[in-house]
C-alpha cells in the first residue's frame, strides 16, 4: 500500500474568487433596445442582394460567351 502525504486546507486558506454580484442592475447597451430594420434598411438589404446576385450571374453568363467563341 503506498502511503498518501497531503495537506489538511483550512477554511481560511480558500480564496473566493467568485465575481460579485452588481447591488444596481446593468444598463443594457443601445444594440440590445433596437427593434429591428426599417423599411429603408429592409430596401437597402434587398437592392444588395440583387446587385450582388445579377453581378454573379452576369459574370457567368460573360464567361460562357467568350468559352463559345474559344475554338
Do not use: N, R
Request: with cysteine; hydrophobic share 35%; glycine share 6%.
Amino acid at each position: 500500500m503506498e502511503s498518501f502525504e497531503g495537506q489538511i486546507i483550512e477554511e481560511q486558506d480558500i480564496i473566493d474568487v467568485t465575481p460579485e454580484q452588481p447591488t444596481q442592475p446593468e444598463k443594457e447597451c443601445k444594440t440590445c433596445k433596437q427593434k429591428g430594420l426599417t423599411k429603408g434598411q429592409w430596401v437597402m438589404l434587398t437592392a444588395s442582394f440583387y446587385i450582388l446576385f445579377s453581378a454573379i450571374y452576369g459574370t457567368i453568363k460573360i464567361i460562357q460567351e467568350l468559352l463559345q467563341h474559344i475554338p
